[in-house]
């Protein structure tokens, strides 16, 4: 963990609710994808914590989706500086990839994923929205070598249902998924390999000091700020 003061380059618009930043500084603390920064905001008595989608060189960069007083007055903000904490949380395990690894994204569960796509070799990424004007990153990921699949549940782009409409019919060595927890328990039902969720929670101090993330495993006691945020499928009690 360091805490590093960041340049904002930009912070624009990808969609209605969805913006992305763009910081110049120290990235050094980032080192796996699925690890995520926790930034001081004026006005918040407590940090914010963001999934990075990008660290390379000096540049770092979050989306995000503008959902309360943290993300409304982060979104305003186009110039100047922000504190904050980097390499925060476990990211996820590269090295169980295998030859054929899936990577599944609901909504801005892309962020975290895309950074993985850039690590691993034949990555496939399903994108899951529910209609063609959430879709984003879609040619970023091409970009990168990912074979991509998306689906809508309106049918407004891609095959229409769920991540997990297709994920049944694929073949692949490893997953690795990041959305809503509804999505999980989808994914966890079909998933016939051993994989990795990213989870969220609130999170006082963002480093596993105040123990207010805290969740149950079938090994005991993770926080998610410190032990995740990524889990893996076989440590988690999953609920009925």
Request: a neutral charge; hydrophobic letters at 40%; charged letters at 25%.
């Given at each position: ?99 054929r690894p899936l990577l599944i994204a609901g909504g801005t569960g892309f962020t975290p994923i895309y950074m993985l796509a850039k690590r691993l070799k034949n990555p496939r990424v399903i994108l899951g929205v529910n209609t063609a004007s959430e879709l984003l990153y879609e040619e970023e990921f091409r970009a990168v070598g990912a074979e ?93």
């Open positions: 963990m360091k805490e590093v003061l960041f340049d904002i380059i930009e912070n624009v618009p990808l969609n209605r609710r969805v913006l992305r930043l763009r910081l110049r500084g120290d990235c050094s603390a980032v080192t796996a994808p699925g690890q995520f920064v926790n930034i001081k905001l004026d006005g918040c008595f407590l940090r914010r914590p963001f999934s990075v989608c990008d660290a390379e060189d000096d540049i770092l960069t979050l989306c995000y989706r503008v959902k309360g007083q943290g993300t409304e007055a982060l979104s305003r903000l186009k110039s100047g500086s922000l504190s904050i904490l980097t390499g925060l949380g476990n990211g996820f395990d590269t090295e169980a990839a295998g030859d991509v699949i998306v689906t809508t549940a309106d049918g407004s782009c891609g095959t229409k249902g769920l991540v997990t409409d297709v994920m049944a019919g694929l073949d692949y060595s490893y997953f690795y998924a990041c959305g809503a927890e509804a999505m999980y328990s989808a994914v966890n039902e079909v998933a016939v390999t051993e994989g990795e969720f990213s989870f969220e929670a609130r999170m006082g101090c963002g480093f596993g000091a105040c123990m207010g993330c805290t969740c149950e495993t079938r090994f005991g006691s993770k926080r998610i700020c410190r032990d995740g945020p990524v889990l893996k499928r076989s440590e988690i009690i999953w609920r009925k």
